[in-house]
Every structure is written in structure tokens, then in C-alpha cells.
């Protein structure tokens, strides 16, 4: 198959574009490299079943729908994603997630494309349901510092419903939990990259209010697999399925086993909670598991320790180019 993946040179873009093209796909990439590094795909470039384009897919005029990028699936991953980077540039991540999401639907129907769309647990807000099914349907704040990013994922999840309603597009929706592994920017301001980032060089780890907001962490490899079933899955046209990890824990448990596995004493700078920080959350993934016979594999401290590994080789790395 010839797959288009926007935001390929992003966290979650660049490991589903390695995983294609180890299925043996053609793959092109899209990026405008806003919150994405081109280091991502240093194991993508050396292959010729591998194209890059540096673009924005939400750009006024971007004709996502050239003959020259024909594709059978485009998978529309191009969005900031980190609270930290959205609040930084929330009209792109509006753009992204309105008229990227736009563009990919427009594509997508005029090649006969199949279209999946990675919305996010952010549509839920800070939910009153718990843990979340797909049927909730959330409690957003749609003027508050993360509307960017969850009203215009709700936006994205609306139009590609349309678009399957009216058109008969072929399309299907992920709501991705909090996801991490290797390629995580060190700086992208989100808990795990953080907490690692301070305990390696031996600070505090910031703790955001008590710590016992709650969050459900999927390895990334596992998220991959999930997108992957759901795109080829002929069940899942005009539907939305949870990927995640249901194992919950809370922040400050985080903070105290990523301390214990970098063998340093736990030590915690206090800092308030950010506005409408939403205070539990976990993945109901009934749905995933029936219909893709998908659930997560990888434990948190197999994840965490190739994680740190990853973080490591990259201080490493940077440390001496310096
Ligand atoms: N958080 C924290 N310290 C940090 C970064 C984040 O306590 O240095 C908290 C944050 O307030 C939230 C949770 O960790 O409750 C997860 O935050 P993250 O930004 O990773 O993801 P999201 O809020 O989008 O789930």
C-alpha cells in the first residue's frame, strides 16, 4: 500500500512510518517540522519506499489532493500534542486539527483513500465518567487554556463523521491516551520526559499540584500496533475506538518509581495545578480489544527503562557535539 502520514517527523508520526515501512509499505511523510524533529526519521531516510515532504497540511492552497502523492491511506497524525506546546502555538494546532484534518478528508475521498484520523482522550476533558468509553461524550472547557487542542480534535472528529455520513468516506478515529517513549522531545514540557529529564541530571521532579491527578500510560510501540489494526480494519469505517494503556497510576506514584528506577532519592518541587488539568484519567479499551483484538503488551517499567535508555543516548549524543 502507499501511505501518507502527516506529522511524520513527530513522536507517535515517525514510529508508525517505521512501522510501515518494516510491513513493507511506501510511505510518504508530511511535516512542517513545527513541534516535529527531522532526527526522527534518521532510520526512515535510507529508504527508497520512503518520501519526506516539509509541508503544512493545513496551508491555505496545500493540495494534499496532488495526483503526484496518491495514496490508498492517510493516516493524519500532524498536530501539536504536548499542553506545553499547544498553549504555545494554539492556531496552528487549531489549523491542524480543522483544516489539516480538512485537507486529509478531501484527499481521501477523491483518491477512494481510506482516512484515520488520531484524535486524542482530550476530547473527554476532565471527565466525569470514569474509566472512559468512547460513548462519553466529555467535559471540555471550550474556552480555557487547552480548547485549542480539544475543541479542535472534537472539531476534526466531527467533520471526518460527516464526511463518512455524507460521502461514505472510508474513515475511522483513534482517541489516543498519554503515550510516551524513545523520540519524545526532551523539552516538550509533558510529565514524562520532564520527570526523566530532572532526575538524569539530578534535580527536583516538578510536581503539579498534590500529585494525585491520575494519568494511564501507553508505550508507544503498543499505540502503533493499535493505529495499524484500526486503519486496515474493515470493521472500524465510521467508527471511534480508545487506544491506551488501562494501568493507572498517579503522578506523584510516577514520580517516585522514575526516581526508583534512575536510583535516585525522590525529591519534589511543589508547583500549582494548570487550569483545567483534567484530574483522573484512564481508557476503557472494550471496544479495541473486540474489534481489533488489540490491548497493550508492554509493561510501564519496560517501557520507562527503554525510555530513559532513549533519553540517555541522546544527552549522550548531545553532550558531545557540544
Ligand atoms: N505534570 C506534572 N509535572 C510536570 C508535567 C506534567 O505534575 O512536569 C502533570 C500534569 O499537570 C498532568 C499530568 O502530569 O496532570 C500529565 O501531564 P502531561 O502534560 O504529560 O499530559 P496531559 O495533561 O496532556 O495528560
Same mark, same amino acid.
Given at each position: 500500500m502507499r501511505i501518507i502520514v502527516t506529522g511524520a517527523a513527530g513522536f507517535v508520526g515517525s514510529h508508525l512510518v517505521d512501522r510501515y515501512l518494516a510491513d513493507g509499505h511506501i510511505v510518504v511523510g508530511i511535516d512542517n517540522l513545527l513541534t516535529g524533529?527531522? *532526527?526522527?526519521l534518521e532510520a526512515a *531516510? =535510507?529508504? +527508497?519506499d520512503f518520501s519526506f515532504l516539509v509541508a503544512d497540511v493545513a496551508a491555505e492552497g496545500f493540495d494534499l489532493g496532488a495526483a503526484a502523492l496518491r495514496a490508498d491511506l492517510i493516516v493524519h497524525c500532524a498536530s501539536p500534542a504536548s499542553p506545553v506546546d499547544y498553549a504555545k502555538a494554539p492556531l496552528e494546532t487549531m489549523a491542524a486539527n480543522s483544516l489539516g484534518t480538512w485537507h486529509c478528508a478531501q484527499a481521501a475521498s477523491a483518491w477512494s483513500a481510506r482516512l484515520l484520523y488520531a484524535s486524542? +482522550? /482530550?476530547?473527554?476533558?476532565? =471527565?466525569? /465518567?470514569?474509566?472512559?468509553? /468512547?460513548s462519553y461524550w466529555g467535559n471540555v472547557n471550550p474556552i480555557g487554556p487547552r480548547a485549542c487542542y480539544d475543541e479542535s480534535k472534537r472539531f476534526g472528529e466531527a467533520l471526518v463523521t460527516s464526511y463518512v455520513r455524507s460521502l461514505e468516506l472510508d474513515a475511522r478515529i483513534v482517541r489516543i491516551f498519554n503515550t510516551y517513549g524513545p523520540r519524545m522531545r526532551a523539552d516538550d514540557g509533558r510529565v514524562i520526559p520532564n520527570f526523566i529529564g530532572q532526575a538524569l541530571a539530578g534535580n527536583a521532579l516538578t510536581i503539579y499540584g498534590d500529585g494525585s491527578q491520575t494519568r494511564s500510560f501507553c508505550y508507544v510501540s503498543d499505540l502503533v500496533d493499535g493505529i495499524v489494526r484500526c486503519a486496515a +480494519?474493515?470493521?472500524? *469505517?465510521?467508527v471511534v475506538v480508545n487506544l491506551g494503556n488501562p494501568q493507572e497510576l498517579t503522578i506523584g506514584q510516577l514520580a517516585a518509581k522514575i526516581s526508583e528506577m534512575l536510583g535516585v532519592p525522590l525529591a519534589i518541587e511543589r508547583s500549582p495545578m494548570p487550569a483545567d488539568d483534567p484530574g483522573r484519567r484512564r481508557p476503557d479499551i472494550s471496544r479495541a480489544r473486540e474489534l481489533l483484538g488489540w490491548e497493550p503488551r508492554v509493561s510501564l517499567d519496560e517501557g520507562l527503562r527503554a525510555t530513559i535508555e532513549d533519553f540517555r543516548t541522546r544527552a549522550t549524543r548531545a553532550g558531545s557535539r557540544a
Open positions: 524533529d527531522p *532526527r526522527n *531516510r =535510507p529508504s +527508497s486524542t +482522550s /482530550e476530547v473527554y476533558g476532565d =471527565p466525569l /465518567e470514569h474509566p472512559q468509553p /468512547e +480494519s474493515d470493521k472500524t *469505517r465510521g
